[in-house]
């Protein structure tokens, strides 16, 4: 008889935990609301601007992050830093929740213990101003334009493990770090006109470079060209040409330039330059978010005139106390 009452007490001890929605002791064993980067399918850059953006959400509600490895993370400090988001950690949360590839999707960090969010290189907080000084096409955030801490902490994780050959100007005069995107094999053909803000024309750049030796008195300037082209020395050649300036001084890797090559190098290298001119690759939009750089120029319009693609309006964003520096030292 007590064995039978012992039974039927248990059972209705189980029923009671049942009916209360979210019992306790399963409430205890949810982790917290935590965020990730969704994997996507371009390179290095695009990887780098989805972790950027997990860590300043992060950062921003005090959420936990889980990082999801992709090509060349093990070289950065991050990569030490983080856990990774390992299949059995993703299996512990009661849901996944993806950001970016909804527009109407929305972080939501109240009452969600159990939540992974995993976002999506496009995804945009409607919380934040538009567009952000990085980019007026690719939706990011603007990250930490106002937020020195963060920028800080986040420079100090966006570094490499291990010392680079990267390209470090002479400091002798104005130096000008110039991304050119050209496919190099990887891209198809077709896609300098459709992102021809990702492939800007030669006009683009040439008018860019005959702007920043104006705007620094024609001073010297030491220019050097980061390409995937093929043929980087016959670039050089053409730019050299069109600018016709003798102030500046051209320079680029001739040996050895690949699209697959020299990438970590090329990344830390365009960030020790004074100048930027950049494309609206994700690549170089890193390199500005590195440093601090007295000139940043990127195209922001263009249209197609013939088939052809026209760069119509470009942002210069001037960094005026450096700018005095630099004119004032050299």
């Known amino acids: ?59 921003k509600h005090d959420l936990k992050v889980l990082y999801q490895p992709f ?28 950001l970016g590839y909804n527009p109407i999707d929305e972080l939501n960090v109240v009452n969600k213990d159990g939540v992974l969010y995993s976002v999506f290189l496009y995804y945009k907080d409607s919380s ?18 106002n937020d020195v801490q963060f920028l800080h902490e986040l420079r100090n994780l966006i570094k490499p493990k291990k010392p680079l050959a990267t390209v470090t100007p002479a400091g002798n005069c104005i130096s000008v770090a110039v991304h050119i995107r050209r496919g190099g094999g990887y891209d198809v053909p077709g896609c300098l006109t459709s992102w021809a803000l990702k492939f800007p024309p030669d006009h683009y750049y040439v008018e860019q ?43 680029c890797r001739d040996t050895e330039n690949h699209y697959d090559k020299n990438v970590l190098e090329d990344l830390f290298s365009m960030a020790n330059f004074d100048c930027l001119i ?32 026209v760069i119509e309006k470009v942002s210069v964003l001037v960094d005026e106390n450096r700018k005095q520096d630099l004119l004032a030292k050299y």
């Open 71 to 98: 090509k060349y993370s093990d070289q950065f400090v991050f990569d030490d830093v983080e856990q990774v988001c390992t299949p059995e950690k993703r299996a512990q949360f009661a849901s996944v929740v993806d």
């Open 209 to 251: 470079l005959k702007m920043i030796s104006e705007m620094f008195n024609d001073q010297p300037l030491y220019v050097h060209i980061f390409t995937d082209d093929t043929d980087p020395v016959g670039l050089l050649e053409k730019y050299r040409q069109a600018v016709n300036k003798e102030n500046i001084v051209f320079a």
């Open 278 to 309: 950049r494309s609206d690759s994700s690549f170089s939009i890193i390199a500005q978010l590195l440093t601090d750089h007295a000139v940043v120029t990127f195209p922001t319009v263009y249209t197609l005139r013939n088939g052809q693609a």
């Open 128 to 145: 934040s101003p538009s567009p952000s000084r990085y980019s007026d096409q690719l939706i990011l955030e603007p990250w930490a334009e």
């Open 1 to 59: 008889m007590l064995k039978v009452m012992a039974n039927q007490y248990l059972c209705l001890v189980i029923i009671a935990l049942l009916s209360s929605g979210h019992p306790s002791y399963l409430h205890a064993q949810q982790p917290p609301c935590t965020i990730t980067n969704c994997l996507n399918t371009g390179r290095l850059g695009d990887q780098l601007i989805t972790y950027a953006k997990v860590k300043w959400l992060a950062y």
